[in-house]
């Protein structure tokens, strides 16, 4: 298990991923509301962690239908956000064992170098009735392929257009491989979703290929994969 005080330079590298997507890209609001939807219909009532909250905009929408809890290791973007948040790795999580009812994280699993750590912690600190909720992009996503064929040409061109670099993909999941490894992890998959998802940049060359996707409704270039799990009392088996 690593420690929070070991975060390091991670934490720094968040920080400025955290910096660079809050003034470069936004998910559509169509695709937020979906998500939120869902997370209020599965989580009502319970005590809940988003891993990864950023500026805490779900924290901010599932207020008042459950008690939400923010984690994040960028303590530059919990100063924005709202109700209660820790500064901690998604892979030591500083809760007591069985005392969520809930965590769903958004964006973050894929970018994590260990989502195994992070699946046998969420089981860790899940009540036996816990649900967790996974939003990944899904491998045929634009993202996904972009890491699978053009990641270096893309990372180029992304520098020379927004003079920064694009975050880091870990790992890209079908659903498929997704469900075999929460199941793995000591959970049972109730259900599964997929939701498309819209970015907006401020280059419109980069824009450009986003909105022709739009256009022409290559629905699985431009989704994301959501997964909810049941917690089972079965030890976790992962690896990463």
Not at 142 to 159: E, Q, T
């Amino acid at each position: 298990m690593r420690k929070n005080a070991d975060l390091g330079g991670v934490a720094e590298e968040w920080e400025r991923l955290w910096k660079l997507s809050k003034d470069k890209w936004f998910r559509h609001p169509r695709y937020q509301e979906t998500i939120a939807r869902i997370l209020k219909d599965r989580l009502a009532g319970r005590i809940v962690l988003d891993i990864g909250c950023g500026t805490g905009d779900y924290l901010s929408r599932l207020k008042g239908s459950c008690t939400p809890v923010g984690l994040d290791i960028s303590a530059g973007a919990l100063r924005l956000a709202c109700g209660h948040r820790v500064v901690a790795s998604a892979e030591c999580l500083p809760f007591q064992t069985g005392s969520l009812g809930g965590i769903f994280s958004i964006g973050t699993f894929h970018c994590l170098p260990h989502p195994g750590e992070m699946l046998k912690e969420a089981h860790r600190v899940l009540a036996a009735d816990g649900l967790l909720i996974l939003i990944v992009p899904s491998a045929t996503s634009l993202p996904a392929l972009i890491k699978r064929f053009l990641d270096p040409l893309f990372r180029f061109v992304f520098r020379m257009l927004e003079n920064d670099r694009m975050p880091d993909i870990h790992r890209t999941y079908s659903l498929r491989a997704l469900k075999e490894m929460v199941t793995r992890s000591g959970y049972a998959v109730l259900e599964h979703h997929r939701v498309h998802i819209g970015y907006a940049f401020r280059s419109p060359l980069i824009r450009l290929p986003l909105t022709a996707i739009e256009k022409l409704r290559l629905r699985r270039m431009a989704e994301e994969i959501v997964v909810v799990c049941a917690r089972t009392a079965c030890a976790p088996r992962t690896r990463d």
